[in-house]
């Protein structure tokens, strides 16, 4: 086939099985994904749904594999015994560029197959311009009923604007960046919608009026531009499949040097969990394992207790590698060690990490060091956890071994990055660039620059005033003139621009509310100061009650 003119089309079917429960369908099913399809003809199952893929180069050719693939399914189907539900059957076209004016034409055991523009696959609407729009507005209305019921329960039921952010990181922006790798392209009607849908929740959570720039509402709330989320999830997934270097943000990530996991493919029944206490032993072969990271470099370290005497044995491990890398490969040298002088002999290991010893009994292995320990240990011995820095001699004479082992300057035990380092890097890139693009913007949210010119996720601001005075968007004569609202100004005459700080600051008419605040001080550190920042809030909240004695039409 011409990849360079290859055309893509997915006709979809819903089946109706057996009642004899999923078990019995797997088998049933995976007879069909058996079936010796045509070149560039490919069949994905996903519970009761089969998916078929065709490439071809033109209508001609792209009928006749469709046919030919449909009736070898047709043929399965009876022979199992399982009929498809032709009134859910469905074609969707992909061409190389746009969208089909006369598609083809397909049909399935005498019935036309019904021809879509769009089509939901587990949970992402799936375009034929496969420009992923179609799936942003399904989750913006989606996301929008969300809010709706957020909404009422803030004002009802007192839900804080920090509550809600805390909602939308952990629930509605993994809504948003659902399966993003296979819808995210990064173009500009993509970032648009995707910055709308944010917004919306931003206004929610700070409060703000709507004239507020979408950045400004990001910076006060300290939640990070969706896009760039999207970006970086993108990058993980091929980063975490591939393996392969990524270049995100114009920084390149070493995936290929990433640490990997064997998955297991063994049945639960045979596993055999690993048993742990917490006793210190005294008697038989005592081990004591520790791992340690000093000024970047990383070492572990197991030292051997036998009657009189103390081994120790010192491992350097990459610079790049985790305490928890260190401390496993303690572990796991140790058993080495173990097995090769004292096959048969009764062996206690004592290692004071406990998320080591968690990771052994957890069935789903993230870590091949792990698995190896998992295969390796035997009954003769015994995995203890002490607790660190308490005076126990051999967990001290581990500790300081490892920390000997560090300090060598040849690595002997090389380890790929941790897939948390990666993890670490791609957040801090993102917070980079979200940085730049704060101070690139050269006309929306400067006002807020000014007050707050570092980006922080730690940062929530959800009183109304409050983002009041850092947006410079609230109810004063300034932003009234500015949006053509009303033609006023303060009452006073003393300043032009009869703004948010005017009245924070200056205004001789709320004067005698202003008892700690004074001329000359910044919105920054009235914020950091409770008493200055309830103050504040008197403040903007009699400019509010009493705007008809502050203000005067011009």
């Known amino acids: 086939m011409d990849r360079q003119r290859s055309k893509w089309h997915t006709p979809y079917s819903h089946l109706y099985y057996p009642t004899d429960g999923p078990l019995y369908w797997i088998l049933i099913a995976d007879e069909a994904l058996k079936i010796n399809f045509d070149p560039d003809v490919r069949l994905l199952a996903y519970a009761d749904d089969f998916y078929l893929f065709v490439a071809a180069t033109g209508k001609q050719h792209f009928q006749a594999k469709v046919t030919r693939a449909l009736e070898q399914l047709d043929l399965w189907s009876k022979k199992a015994k399982i009929a498809f539900a032709h ?51 399904y989750i913006g209305g989606r996301m929008l009923r969300i809010l709706n019921r957020l909404t009422i329960a803030k004002h009802k039921r007192g839900l804080s604007g920090k509550v809600l952010k805390v909602l939308y990181k952990r629930a ?16 500009a009607n993509q970032k648009n919608r995707l910055l709308s849908i944010q917004r919306k929740v931003l206004l929610a959570v700070t409060g703000a009026f709507r004239t507020t720039s979408t950045a400004a509402l990001q910076i006060a709330s300290g939640v990070e531009p969706i896009d760039l989320v ?44 690993v048993q742990w206490d917490k006793n210190i032993a005294s008697s ?26 103390c081994q120790e044995h010192q491992y350097r491990l990459s610079d790049h590698c985790s305490v928890f890398q260190a401390e496993a490969v303690a572990i796991k040298n140790a058993i080495k060690w173990k097995r ?124 109304g005033y409050d983002i009041q005075a850092v947006t410079n968007h609230g109810l004063c004569p300034h932003y009234l003139r500015r949006f053509n609202l009303r033609s006023c100004s303060c009452r006073c005459g003393e300043d032009e621009r009869d703004d948010i700080q005017h009245y924070i600051f200056t205004c001789p008419l709320l004067g005698h509310l202003r008892k700690r605040i004074r001329h000359g001080d910044d919105i920054l550190r009235v914020l950091s100061h409770p ?10 909240r009699t400019v509010y009650l009493k705007e008809l004695n502050i203000f005067q039409e011009l």
């Open 340 to 463: 090769s002088n004292f096959p048969t002999s009764k062996c206690h290991i004592h290692t004071d990490s406990l998320s080591v010893l968690m990771a052994l009994q957890n069935c789903h292995i993230h870590h091949d060091i792990i698995s190896w320990i998992r295969l390796n240990i035997d009954e003769h011995t015994a995995l203890h956890w002490v607790k660190a820095h308490i005076g126990i001699i051999g967990n001290e004479t581990a500790d300081k071994a490892a920390k000997s082992a560090a300090a060598k300057e040849v690595v002997d035990s090389p380890l790929g990055i941790p897939q948390s380092s990666i993890k670490r890097q791609l957040k801090s890139l993102l917070i980079s660039e979200w940085q730049q693009r704060w101070d690139r913007s050269s006309e929306k949210g400067r006002f807020t620059h000014a007050i707050f010119p570092k980006v922080s996720k730690s940062r929530c601001l959800f009183n």
């Open 284 to 309: 038989d072969l005592l081990i004591y394992s520790d791992g340690s990271k000093i000024d970047g470099q990383v070492g572990a370290a197991f030292c051997v207790i036998n009657e009189d005497t």
């Open 87 to 137: 009134e859910k059957t469905k074609l969707i076209p992909f061409a190389k560029k746009g969208w089909y004016k006369h598609p083809p034409y397909c049909s399935f055991a005498g019935n036309s197959i019904k021809l879509e523009r769009n089509l939901k696959m587990l949970g992402v609407i799936i375009d034929d311009r496969l420009n992923g729009l179609p799936h942003l507005d």
């Open 230 to 273: 999207c970006d970086l999830e993108t990058a993980w997934f091929h980063l975490k499949k591939s393996h392969v270097d990524y270049h995100l943000f114009g920084v390149k990530v070493e995936g290929s040097n990433m640490e990997t996991a064997t998955p297991s493919l063994s049945h639960p029944s045979s596993w055999t969990p």
């Open 531 to 540: 008493i200055l920042r309830e103050e504040m809030r008197t403040l903007l």
């Open 172 to 187: 509605l922006e993994r809504i948003l960046v659902y399966a993003a790798p296979a819808w995210w392209t990064g173009t």
